[in-house]
Structure formats: C-alpha cells, structure tokens
C-alpha cells in the first residue's frame, strides 16, 4: 500500500517538475551532460575537455594568442591558465608573432599535434551518434533553434 501512494505522490511530483522546465535549463542540462562525458572520456589520457577544445582551435601554422579567446569563448585570464597548462605537459610552445612584435603565435608541439587528432577523434565520434540517432531534419531544426538563440541573445533582443 505505502509503495501506491509513493508512485501517486511520486507522479504528482514529476508532472509539476515538468511543467517548470525552461528552455535554457533543458540547454544547460545537456551542456553539463556533454561537458561530463568529454571530461570523463579527456581524464584517460589526463587532459580535459578545455584542453582539448583548445588544442583543436589552435591551427597548424599557428595561431595568434589574440584569436584564441575569442574562438573559445574564454576570459583572458583563464586562458592564460589553459595555455600554461597547455605549455607544461608539452602540447604547445609559443613564439613571438612574425608580423607583429608584440603579439604571441602559439603553435602545437608533434605531442600536441597527437593529442589534437585524439581529441578530433572523441568529437566526431560523438557526432557520428548523433548523426546515428537523430534525422538530418532533426538535426538541422536543433541547429538553427540554437543559432537563432545566439542572435536574440547578441542582439540584446532578451534583455
């Protein structure tokens, strides 16, 4: 008998939880989700998923410190941290930009260059399931929900 009245006030619960879901916390669960398996699959070959989104930003005839904020969607300072990290297990070395003085190119060591194939490898892989699981109509509508989400938001239309 106690075990009904668990599942009667059990769904009661779910259908009000349910009701309160929200777009962005349906996003952000999914991101956290991702972000888990990424870190979890990186752990084995002890990286992290930002080390390996970093590797995969950084071009093979280099590129300029500048540019990799920005393609990464980090603040300067903890890019700072990725990067030093970065240099101490060996994946990356830097040199000063050839076209200006000032400025630093940051280039993937021949480890770096295996590690980023490893981690291009974990993404497609991820790809690939989706593109197993989900049609191209599905696809297509989710990215486009998701771009449209990133102009009302850079376009200040939200707030």
Same mark, same amino acid.
């Given at each position: 008998?106690?075990?009904?009245?668990?599942?009667?006030?059990?769904?009661?619960?779910?259908?009000?939880?349910? &009701?309160?879901? /929200?777009? @962005?916390? *349906?996003? $952000?669960?999914?991101? +956290?989700?991702?972000?888990?398996?990424?870190?979890?699959?990186?752990?084995?070959?002890?990286?992290?998923?930002? %080390?390996?989104?970093?590797? %995969?930003?950084? @071009?093979?005839? !280099?590129?300029?410190?500048?540019?990799?904020?920005?393609?990464?969607?980090?603040?300067?300072?903890?890019?700072?941290? /990725?990067? $030093?990290?970065?240099?101490? &297990?060996?994946?990356?070395?830097? $040199?000063?930009?050839?076209? @200006? !003085?000032?400025? *630093?190119?940051?280039?993937?060591?021949?480890? !770096? *260059?295996?590690?980023?194939? %490893?981690?291009?490898?974990? *993404? %497609?892989?991820?790809? @690939?399931?989706?593109?197993?699981?989900?049609? +191209? +109509?599905?696809?297509? /509508?989710?990215? !486009?929900?998701?771009? &449209?989400?990133?102009?009302?938001?850079?376009? $200040?239309?939200?707030?």
């Amino acid at each position: 008998m106690h075990a009904y009245y668990f599942f009667i006030i059990f769904g009661i619960i779910t259908y009000f939880e349910m &009701k309160s879901i /929200t777009t @962005d916390s *349906v996003i $952000k669960a999914t991101w +956290q989700a991702i972000a888990r398996m990424y870190n979890e699959e990186a752990s084995k070959y002890g990286a992290t998923m930002a %080390l390996g989104y970093a590797l %995969l930003n950084i @071009d093979k005839e !280099g590129t300029p410190s500048t540019a990799l904020a920005p393609r990464l969607g980090m603040e300067a300072t903890s890019l700072t941290r /990725t990067l $030093k990290t970065m240099e101490e &297990k060996g994946l990356i070395y830097k $040199k000063k930009n050839p076209t @200006d !003085g000032r400025g *630093v190119n940051i280039y993937l060591t021949p480890l !770096g *260059v295996e590690k980023r194939a %490893l981690s291009k490898e974990t *993404v %497609l892989k991820f790809n @690939d399931k989706l593109l197993e699981t989900f049609s +191209q +109509q599905e696809i297509a /509508t989710f990215i !486009g929900m998701s771009e &449209k989400i990133q102009e009302l938001i850079a376009a $200040k239309e939200i707030y």
